[in-house]
């Protein structure tokens, strides 16, 4: 079974890129299955369910960051999609921690984002883009020609190593070549490990601790004047 793991904000059109990438592996002869990572509310299991007749469920990572909820439960999500006989396993997740990516060595990455978002988004995503595979660029019809120009070379200068692929999600052009990238990805190994080392953040804030200040907390902490910033890797 192959894995695909796709990730990006809110409204970039991740639903619609795995619609057409469903359609077209069905279409290919294999049998998709479908998982939803939200934080509270999601549909598109119902959704691609009744559309395509496939293996599909969410869950919901409610007080937990949506890629750590990716970390605790793909493991058992592997096993569902196997034993639903599945060949390819599509995630979609939230991604909404720009510190963290949900990528795993020995599935594919999709990080996807919206071309109307602004020239500086590349730059803003961290990790999310530096240790995908493929970086998705939707809503590619609303730009000019220049605008997708600057927006390529910033994705480029974010993540030198990451291949760029523009579509248009709503009528479905470009799906094509993501489509061969899911199938020349290797089958999923025994022992899967996230890709890239997650920043630390263990702080007195996550515990519950609520007064204003970083002179109240301890762990990392952060002051105004301290600009550290994480890349990723």
């Given at each position: 079974?192959?894995?695909?793991?796709?990730?990006?904000?809110?409204?970039?059109?991740?639903t619609?890129?795995?619609?057409?990438?469903?359609?077209?592996?069905?279409?290919?002869?294999?049998?998709?299955?479908?998982?939803?990572?939200?934080?509270?509310?999601?549909?598109?299991?119902?959704?691609?369910?009744?559309?395509?007749?496939?293996?599909?469920?969410?869950?919901?990572?409610?007080?937990?960051?949506?890629d750590?909820?990716?970390?605790?439960?793909?493991?058992?999500?592997?096993?569902?999609?196997?034993?639903?006989?599945?060949?390819?396993?599509?995630?979609?997740?939230?991604?909404?921690?720009?510190?963290?990516?949900?990528?795993?060595?020995?599935?594919?990455?999709?990080?996807?984002?919206?071309?109307?978002?602004?020239?500086?988004?590349?730059?803003k995503?961290?990790?999310?883009?530096?240790?995908?595979?493929?970086?998705?660029?939707?809503?590619?019809?609303?730009?000019?020609?220049?605008?997708?120009?600057?927006?390529?070379?910033?994705?480029?200068?974010?993540?030198?190593?990451?291949r760029?692929?523009?579509?248009?999600?709503?009528?479905?052009?470009?799906?094509d070549?993501?489509?061969?990238?899911?199938?020349?990805?290797?089958?999923?190994?025994?022992?899967?490990?996230?890709?890239?080392?997650?920043?630390?953040?263990?702080?007195?804030i996550?515990?519950?601790?609520k007064?204003?200040?970083?002179?109240?907390?301890?762990?990392?902490?952060?002051?105004?004047?301290?600009?550290?910033?994480?890349?990723?890797?």
């Amino acid at each position: 079974m192959k894995l695909a793991i796709c990730a990006g904000p809110a409204t970039t059109g991740k639903t619609s890129v795995l619609r057409h990438l469903t359609r077209r592996l069905i279409n290919n002869g294999l049998h998709p299955a479908f998982l939803k990572i939200d934080v509270q509310f999601a549909d598109e299991d119902e959704v691609f369910a009744r559309e395509f007749e496939i293996p599909a469920r969410k869950i919901y990572s409610g007080e937990l960051c949506p890629d750590h909820c990716s970390v605790l439960i793909l493991g058992d999500a592997l096993q569902w999609a196997q034993k639903a006989d599945a060949d390819v396993l599509l995630v979609e997740t939230a991604g909404l921690c720009l510190r963290c990516a949900p990528y795993v060595d020995g599935g594919l990455g999709l990080m996807v984002m919206e071309a109307t978002s602004g020239m500086n988004l590349p730059r803003k995503v961290g990790p999310m883009l530096s240790l995908a595979d493929i970086a998705v660029v939707t809503k590619i019809d609303l730009v000019s020609q220049a605008e997708r120009e600057v927006f390529r070379a910033r994705i480029i200068e974010a993540a030198p190593g990451v291949r760029v692929r523009e579509v248009n999600a709503l009528y479905g052009i470009g799906m094509d070549p993501l489509v061969d990238h899911i199938l020349n990805t290797p089958d999923i190994p025994e022992q899967l490990v996230l890709r890239g080392n997650p920043p630390v953040g263990t702080c007195t804030i996550c515990v519950g601790k609520k007064e204003i200040g970083w002179q109240s907390h301890f762990g990392v902490v952060r002051a105004l004047n301290n600009q550290n910033f994480y890349r990723g890797e």
